[in-house]
């Protein structure tokens, strides 16, 4: 437990003993926060005075559901205030915050998730900003080097010694894929989601579009990866 001192962003925080707190699981709009050059994302001051209405100066109690310490120093936390009001989960119902899991921390990912679709069908918050919009996997070059959430139908999923692609266009070297590592196969094949059936299905995948033959995102855990109707 401990007191909220001062809000650095939409989804971090400081306790009044020194305690950096970032709020697990959930991406808000960011801050330059010192960053040379960085553009701030819109509605980041709006995040950031969310998060200080829901917890300045107020008592939170932190759990704990995987990796506890990011390279920073800050603790890897979810928070309650003494009325038991989910941070994390009041934050994506305003539609100031995206859903942002790992593979060691992914607790409560699927409550989360479906808190986002939530806010994101009543267009809240971020979601009627078109910075924020859902990708289409046949665009998506558009958006490199940005956190996105892409949908599109997999045309084919081949499976290699390193990697497992998912492909969402005839030319692997120049369309949309998803990339499983083999240490991620794992957490696949234990979870509901088995990549090779995912060929023909429509999905939605988030995170950070990179350039490697084509756009591309690299799926380190199943609830990076939605089945949609």
Do not use: C
């Given at each position: 437990?401990?007191?909220?001192?001062?809000i650095?962003?939409?989804?971090?925080?400081?306790l009044?003993?020194?305690?950096?707190?970032?709020l697990?699981?959930?991406?808000?709009?960011?801050?330059?926060?010192?960053?040379?050059?960085?553009?701030?994302?819109?509605?980041?001051?709006?995040?950031?005075?969310?998060?200080?209405?829901?917890?300045?100066?107020?008592?939170?109690?932190?759990?704990?559901?995987?990796?506890r310490?990011?390279?920073?120093?800050r603790?890897?936390?979810?928070?309650?205030?003494?009325?038991?009001?989910?941070?994390?989960?009041?934050?994506?119902?305003r539609?100031?915050?995206?859903?942002?899991?790992?593979?060691d921390?992914?607790?409560?990912?699927?409550e989360?998730?479906?808190?986002?679709q939530e806010?994101?069908?009543?267009?809240?918050?971020?979601?009627?900003?078109?910075?924020?919009?859902?990708r289409?996997?046949t665009d998506?070059h558009?958006?490199?080097?940005?956190?996105?959430?892409?949908?599109?139908?997999v045309?084919?999923?081949?499976?290699?010694?390193?990697?497992t692609?998912?492909?969402?266009?005839?030319?692997?070297r120049?369309?949309?894929?998803?990339a499983?590592?083999?240490?991620?196969?794992?957490?696949f094949k234990?979870?509901?989601?088995?990549?090779?059936?995912?060929?023909g299905?429509?999905?939605?995948?988030r995170?950070?579009v990179?350039?490697?033959?084509?756009?591309?995102?690299?799926?380190?855990?199943?609830?990076?990866?939605?089945?949609?109707?």
């Amino acid at each position: 437990m401990g007191k909220v001192a001062e809000i650095v962003d939409g989804d971090t925080l400081i306790l009044a003993d020194g305690r950096e707190i970032r709020l697990v699981g959930i991406q808000a709009p960011k801050l330059p926060l010192g960053r040379k050059n960085f553009k701030i994302w819109p509605l980041a001051d709006e995040a950031k005075s969310a998060l200080l209405t829901l917890s300045l100066y107020k008592n939170v109690t932190l759990s704990y559901g995987g990796r506890r310490i990011d390279r920073y120093n800050r603790l890897l936390a979810h928070l309650h205030d003494e009325k038991g009001l989910w941070i994390q989960g009041e934050l994506l119902r305003r539609g100031m915050a995206r859903v942002y899991s790992f593979s060691d921390n992914r607790t409560a990912v699927a409550e989360m998730l479906a808190i986002e679709q939530e806010a994101r069908a009543a267009r809240r918050g971020i979601w009627r900003h078109r910075f924020y919009n859902v990708r289409n996997a046949t665009d998506i070059h558009r958006y490199i080097g940005g956190f996105q959430l892409v949908e599109g139908r997999v045309r084919a999923v081949a499976e290699r010694r390193k990697y497992t692609y998912l492909n969402f266009g005839d030319n692997w070297r120049t369309d949309f894929t998803i990339a499983v590592a083999a240490r991620a196969r794992r957490l696949f094949k234990a979870s509901p989601i088995s990549l090779k059936s995912l060929e023909g299905r429509f999905v939605r995948v988030r995170g950070w579009v990179k350039s490697r033959n084509g756009p591309m995102i690299d799926a380190t855990h199943p609830e990076q990866i939605e089945i949609l109707k």
